[in-house]
């Protein structure tokens, strides 16, 4: 009996050869770490060393995520990944109205300089590679940090990392956006710049499918409009004025790792050939760095479930073999109990030890490609594939991601997937262990980590402290030549950096910007 896929694809009870009739191994496939880049991006993968293990970590006050990067690094983290709260992600100092019940709560309150410090305390950047999961205010965010870098003495050339800087996805799937999209490319393209010139081994963008994926996109989706929104970033840079080898090397993506490990295997292979192919023949790329479609996975958190938490152990170490299967560069696998609340301490070590088991105890990391040649995942590869290519043509037709963003399309198309999705699971159609099937009659306790809600008034009241003990002259001279840069042609990111120096809070950064930029209003016209 035939299946089908999370993309809508068939999947088959047996496959053999007539699957891939007329199928070019040399075309589909070529050597692990050569064109097209199906079998993975470097020629020995894990088979020298194992994946980046970062856990994405941030809560509270900078103080008490110090303390949670510290334990983290201890217990093995080859990679710390900040998670930010909401007022932050918005670009609102933490004592502003808009900021009321949020400080603190999913993840670490940024205001200032000063936060910064106390958030990498003790932590030498030029030892730890640093993601920071952050969009519309990412270049603040990067800013901060390679200031505490230069207070430790490190270099912004020793500095390396990733800042998500995907503004366009949160159009699409999550809504922390700040500015309009034309203005939010402008400043993704300074960055791009700045990065060359400052912060050459940073990665300065990570695409990412995640956060569709978590409002409701299939694999298909989730490729194919992350890696449209890929290619209008590529446009833009090109029509600042930079060479397309330049800066593709440093782009990275971000997906999502399910529990249908088969699919998400062949998602990964399909993205890697797609984005190698569209880098080689539409832009014209030569440098083989800048083909590579390098990324980093998460585990679902939205298939993590409140009831039976301990179930979610299981459904992350399956998730976190898919990844590795599919090639990932890094991981972070969710913790069992982020269903419920923040992480525990011990839940985010099982999740790290999750990982650890998969590249120490299992022979995964034996050898290349583990699927190559297997006749359902190049099968799936190429259904994947298809599959993304036809959207990512819908997208190109209504005039690429940004004009597609502005019909509506791909949000539309994303939550007729997830009301798909919702329906199968309520009609039992789609087991989900726990929740509508394999019940408990009744739920045992779960005491869950809490965001202690006086975070709000400290955070305010260092705030105050901070106004009051800084040179106000110079930080209103520092925003008036941010806001005159961003009227013009002038990369922001000198000026923004140069306020950020002088203790300017990243709310009245972001309202300098606003007050030139205007905010985004979205539109729901498909």
């Known amino acids: 009996m035939t299946r089908e896929s ?19 191994p040399a075309e589909r496939l070529g050597e692990p770490g050569g064109y097209p880049y199906t079998r993975g ?57 808009l900021a009321h019940g949020e400080v603190g709560k999913v ?10 410090r106390v958030l990498f305390d003790g932590i030498p950047l030029d030892k730890v590679s640093t993601s920071m999961t952050i969009n519309a205010p990412a270049a603040l965010l990067l800013l901060l940090y ?34 309009p999209p034309k203005p939010s490319l402008r400043l993704i393209a300074d960055i791009f710049a700045y990065c060359k010139a400052e912060i050459p081994k940073w990665n300065t963008i990570s695409i990412s499918g995640y956060h569709m994926a978590e409002a409701g996109a299939s694999p298909a989706q989730e490729i194919a409009f992350t890696l449209a929104d890929g290619i209008e970033y590529v446009r833009t840079a090109i029509a600042a004025g930079m060479d397309v080898d330049d800066f593709a090397p440093r782009l990275s993506f971000f997906f999502v790792s399910r529990t249908t490990i088969l699919e998400e295997v062949a ?26 479609l390098r990324f980093h996975t998460q585990t679902a958190g939205v298939q993590l479930t409140a009831q039976q938490p301990e179930v979610n152990l299981v459904r992350v170490a399956v998730q976190g073999l898919a990844a590795v299967l599919g090639g990932t560069q890094s991981l972070h696998t969710n913790s ?76 539309s198309e994303i939550e007729r997937n997830a009301y798909r999705i919702a329906l199968e ?27 202690d809600p006086a975070i709000e008034a400290q955070q305010a009241a260092r705030l105050a402290a901070l106004r009051a003990g800084r040179d106000q002259g110079a930080v ?39 007050a030139v930029w205007g905010t985004y209003v979205p539109s729901d016209s498909f």
């Open 146 to 179: 390679q200031i505490v870098g230069e207070e430790q003495g490190v270099p912004a050339d020793k500095l390396t990392g990733t800042i998500q800087n995907d503004v366009l996805k949160e159009y699409i799937a999550r809504g922390t956006y700040i500015f």
């Open 267 to 292: 998602k990964f292979r399909a993205a890697r050939r797609i984005w190698a192919r569209v880098m080689r023949e539409e832009f014209g790329a030569k440098n083989p760095k800048s083909l590579m």
């Open 476 to 514: 209103d001279a520092a925003l008036a030549a941010l806001q005159k840069a961003a009227g013009g042609t002038e990369n922001v990111l000198y000026p923004m950096r140069d306020a950020l120096r002088a203790r300017a809070t990243v709310g009245e950064v972001c309202d300098a910007l606003r």
């Open 107 to 116: 993840g670490v309150a940024i205001d200032s300089v000063d936060d910064m």
């Open 336 to 411: 069992f109990d982020e269903a419920i609340a923040l992480p525990t301490d011990k839940s985010a070590r099982l999740a790290l030890r999750t990982q650890q088991v998969l590249a120490y105890e299992t022979d995964v990391t034996a050898t290349v490609d583990p699927f190559a040649g297997s006749y359902v995942v190049e099968k799936l590869t190429d259904d994947v594939e298809a599959a993304a290519l036809d959207l990512m043509a819908r997208v190109e037709d209504l005039g690429g991601a940004v004009a597609a963003i502005e019909h509506g399309f791909q949000k």
């Open 41 to 97: 991006v470097y020629p020995s993968m894990y088979t020298g060393r194992p994946w980046t293990m970062r856990q994405y970590a941030g809560f509270g006050t900078a103080s008490e995520s110090n303390a949670r990067y510290k334990q983290l690094i201890a217990n093995g983290t080859m990679g710390l990944s900040v998670a930010f709260d909401l007022p932050t992600q918005m670009g609102h100092d933490s004592d502003a109205p």
């Open 6 to 24: 999370e993309s809508g694809l068939p999947i088959e009870p047996v496959y053999g050869p007539e699957a891939l009739a007329g199928w070019d």
């Open 425 to 451: 699971t309520d009609a039992g159609e789609r087991v989900v262990v726990g929740v509508n099937r394999f019940k408990l009659d009744e739920e045992e306790p779960y005491e869950p980590l809490r965001v």
